[in-house]
């Protein structure tokens, strides 16, 4: 199956275009084709999903700092040293 960060964001997709579904397709080695499809899940989006969206904007709006949670130091440092606020 597709790697969490994937499916969150096709989740994302889903929610915004209400589809019931969505398929994710890759390329492995640049030629293995794979495929996944990727059902709706509603208690994600609305108990997980929409309520952070929800906060990040209100962090964003309110000028709170926002720091990326669970990325590795070197993403985050150049996040920061390219957006100090």
């Known amino acids: 199956?597709?790697?969490g960060y994937i499916r969150a964001q096709?989740?994302?997709?889903m929610a915004t275009m209400g589809w019931p579904h969505a398929y994710v397709l890759v390329l492995l080695r640049g030629y293995q084709f794979r495929w996944a499809k990727i059902e709706r899940d509603e208690r994600f989006i609305h108990e997980i999903m929409l309520p952070a969206e929800a906060d990040f904007w209100r962090r964003l709006h309110a000028g709170d700092p926002i720091e990326p949670k669970g990325?590795?130091?070197r993403e985050f440092e150049a996040l920061r040293a390219?957006?100090?606020r």
């Open 1 to 3: 199956g597709a790697p």
């Open 10 to 13: 096709v989740q994302h997709e």
């Open 71 to 73: 990325a590795p130091d």
């Open 82 to 84: 390219r957006f100090p």
